[in-house]
């Protein structure tokens, strides 16, 4: 499989965009986490070549207009992970919680009909290779804390108060 490796600068670093032949976004990572998502994408894809290459227009315009406020603007960007069907249904799931809202690894469990799966669900959305884009970043610990996220807490916090920030500028 080809795979190309766009670099793209953010309000959180360097951004790793990680594309097929199709366009499709295939992982998405932060500059200083490469080697989880080298890791990941061996793991997804056991054989494939990554070479520099441009990422789409519509994924990092998404990504400028999701940074300036436009939180919706990544529902439109089709991603194409590897992962089990298991994980996948995580990551599908994932895209489902609004903007500026969170749940738990419990309320995941429960939106993909397996309540008592709410370990294996942490485990999935900790193996999510499309940061921002499918939004591990919004589940939370069952006590509101933050826990832990493949792109460091402080970006986790930093991208919930960006999208808290702009809801309550939205009015919503």
Known sequence: MQLWLE???SALGELQLVCDDQGQLRALDFEDYRERMERLLRLHYRVYRLDPGPAPDHVKQALRAYFAGELEALDDIVV????TPFQQRVWQALRTIAPGRTCSYADL???IGQPGASR???MANGANP???VVPCHR???ANGALTGYGGG???KHWLLEHESEQQRLMGS
Request: aromatic letters at 10%; glycine letters at 18%.
């Open 7 to 9: 670099r793209f600068d």
């Open 80 to 83: 194409a992970t590897g992962g």
């Open 109 to 111: 469990a429960r939106l």
């Open 120 to 122: 294996a669900v942490g």
């Open 130 to 132: 499309v940061a921002l």
């Open 139 to 141: 589940v939370i610990g």
């Open 153 to 155: 807490l402080w970006r």
